[in-house]
């Protein structure tokens, strides 16, 4: 079946440090993988995305690339700031239809 | 602010009874979905409609049902509630399903007493 797998959090970082957030997952076909933000009390946002093996999907400084070999689609970002403190979602779906979702993964950066 | 609109905001109940949440979606969206985020679980995918039809069916209890009107507005209906149904649970639209992006209401939460 399909799961996705990410780090457990919460993630403590001092504002301009490396990020990453792992993110591993299982599919019987090829899905399309995706990272949503929430930020608190909100739904979730759509960050970036990647369709096919070896994309990168970037936003706001976030990037992700879709590795078929290792079925990760890990979460970085150079320079982290406080802005960025959420919690992060790994997902994939193989139809659009069905989504499967991680655990989340909260990231808390301090000024 | 997604343009996708769910009520109530927050929503106390007692064990055994039963509530309906509703979600509205961004004008000129025809897909609605419908998601449990629990402490324990997750954010678990219960469901999905495509223009009124039922597309795609996830973890979603026997004693949850969903559907979605003519006017494309969706709900979500609980019964027999039970204390572990405590959760947020959230609606999110898209256009349609292939490649397009999904907005995420603010979500509804549902105690359980």
């Known amino acids: 079946g399909n799961s996705v797998t990410q780090m457990e959090g919460p993630v403590t970082l001092s504002e301009e440090a490396f990020l990453t957030i792992n993110c591993t997952y299982t599919?019987?076909?090829?899905?399309?993988l995706f990272w949503y933000v929430q930020y608190p009390g909100e739904g979730l946002q759509l960050l970036l995305k990647?369709?096919?093996?070896?994309d990168k999907g970037s936003n706001k400084g976030f990037e992700a690339t879709y590795r078929k070999e290792t079925t990760s689609f890990h979460l970085e970002k150079g320079s982290v700031q406080v802005s960025d403190s959420a919690v992060y979602f790994c997902?994939?779906?193989?139809?659009?239809?069905?989504?499967?979702f991680g655990s989340g993964t909260k990231l808390n950066v301090k000024p | 602010d997604s343009g996708v609109t769910q009520t109530p905001k927050h929503l106390i109940t007692a064990t055994g009874q039963r509530v309906t949440l509703r979600c509205s979606p961004r004008s000129g969206d025809l897909s609605v979905y419908w998601y449990q985020q629990s402490l324990d679980q997750g954010l678990q995918f219960l469901i999905q409609y495509y223009n009124g039809e039922e597309r795609a069916k996830g973890n979603i209890l026997e004693r949850f049902s969903a559907q979605q009107f003519p006017d494309l507005h969706s709900e979500l209906n609980l019964s027999s509630l039970e204390l572990g149904d405590s959760a947020l649970y959230f609606c999110?639209?898209?256009?349609?399903?292939?490649?397009?992006?999904?907005?995420f209401g603010p979500g509804t939460r549902l105690t359980v007493l």
């Open positions: 999110a639209s898209s256009v349609a399903g292939r490649k397009n992006e999904q907005f």
């Open positions: 599919a019987t076909g090829y899905p399309s």
């Open positions: 990647a369709t096919k093996a070896d």
């Open positions: 997902a994939l779906s193989e139809d659009f239809n069905k989504f499967y």
